[in-house]
């Protein structure tokens, strides 16, 4: 018998200090190295760009994704997106990309910018796809296992 998803209704909502906890516990399990609340709330305190995706009633509810993005001169830097896990393989990271796209343009912008880990195939795959090329390596970017670093694909999207 074939599962079938229910279709879920989303918001998008400014990320604020309230969304902390949820966004924590989601940070906490998709990544070995998460942000910290100290990561969010300095991205909050300097002005950048956080929208959390929710589903269900405000007041209850369930957090679905998140992105954080910093605007510059003609361009946009993401620095974090992530899906809830338990809602991951669903597109979620497809919107939350058309609106930061859309957000993007608003702006001004003519490229959006990204690092990636390279051992992060999956979110390479879903980059590619949705049109992000590789331009470069930053060598030894990310924290890695055993006090190691990771190198990052920098990845950019033409906005023109």
């Given at each position: 018998?074939?599962?079938?998803?229910?279709?879920?209704?989303?918001r998008?909502?400014?990320?604020t200090a309230?969304?902390?906890?949820?966004?924590?516990?989601?940070?906490?399990?998709a990544?070995?190295?998460?942000?910290?609340r100290?990561?969010?709330?300095d991205?909050?305190?300097?002005?950048y760009?956080a929208?959390?995706?929710?589903?269900?009633?405000?007041?209850?509810?369930?957090?679905?994704?998140?992105?954080?993005a910093?605007?510059?001169?003609?361009?946009?830097?993401?620095?974090?997106?992530?899906?809830?896990?338990?809602?991951?393989?669903?597109?979620?990271?497809?919107?939350?990309?058309d609106?930061?796209?859309?957000?993007?343009?608003?702006?001004?912008?003519?490229?959006?910018?990204?690092?990636?880990?390279v051992?992060?195939?999956?979110?390479r795959?879903?980059y590619?796809?949705?049109?992000?090329?590789?331009?470069?390596?930053?060598?030894?970017?990310?924290?890695?296992?055993?006090?190691?670093?990771e190198?990052?694909?920098?990845?950019?999207?033409?906005?023109?």
């Amino acid at each position: 018998m074939n599962a079938v998803l229910q279709p879920i209704e989303a918001r998008f909502e400014p990320m604020t200090a309230s969304w902390f906890e949820a966004v924590l516990r989601v940070e906490q399990s998709a990544y070995d190295h998460p942000w910290s609340r100290g990561n969010f709330s300095d991205s909050l305190n300097a002005g950048y760009e956080a929208q959390v995706l929710a589903a269900g009633p405000e007041g209850a509810s369930e957090l679905l994704g998140y992105f954080v993005a910093m605007k510059g001169v003609d361009e946009v830097h993401l620095l974090n997106i992530t899906v809830a896990p338990d809602h991951q393989h669903q597109g979620w990271a497809r919107v939350m990309l058309d609106a930061l796209v859309l957000w993007s343009r608003g702006q001004g912008a003519l490229w959006l910018w990204l690092e990636v880990r390279v051992s992060n195939e999956r979110a390479r795959a879903v980059y590619e796809h949705y049109g992000f090329r590789h331009v470069g390596t930053r060598r030894q970017y990310y924290p890695a296992a055993e006090g190691q670093r990771e190198d990052a694909v920098v990845m950019s999207l033409g906005l023109s």
